[in-house]
């Protein structure tokens, strides 16, 4: 099995930066890829971004495009999103996910990823 771990949340004024961790361990030679999933209160949980674990491909939201990123650090087992130029709107709490599945559902779908980490609350004020 695989767990998740995230960090890195917070409060910051729009414009600001955050930079989320979350630490995989367990089976962790077996992820395919992995993810980030937003939910703010009263919403569906959405995607955010994605990555293969060991390779270079990415995704985006579009709304995130340009000032987010995300990494790997397979020598640490770690994913993080680099959050730049953050918006109100970007105040969820943000999960990430660890997927087996090397097919199936879109990388953008929670139906894909097996693994969820408790997730990590942002705050952008206005």
């Known amino acids: 099995q695989v767990q998740l771990v995230e960090s890195g949340g917070g409060l910051v004024q729009a414009g600001g930066s955050l930079r989320l961790s979350c630490a995989a361990s367990?089976?962790?030679?077996?992820?395919?890829?992995v993810g980030w999933f937003r939910q703010a209160p009263g919403n569906e949980r959405e995607f955010v971004a994605a990555?293969?674990?060991?390779?270079?491909?990415?995704y985006y939201t579009d709304s995130v495009k340009g000032r987010f990123t995300i990494s790997t650090d397979n020598a640490e087992n770690t994913v993080f999103l680099q959050m730049n130029s953050l918006k109100p709107e970007d105040t969820a709490v943000y999960y990430c996910?660890?997927?087996?599945?090397?097919?199936?559902?879109?990388?953008?779908?929670?139906?894909?990823?097996?693994?969820w980490g408790q997730g990590t609350q942002v705050t952008v004020s206005s």
């Open positions: 996910a660890a997927s087996q599945k090397t097919y199936g559902p879109t990388w953008r779908s929670t139906e894909r990823y097996d693994v």
């Open positions: 367990g089976r962790t030679f077996s992820i395919y890829s």
């Open positions: 990555k293969s674990w060991t390779g270079s491909t990415t």
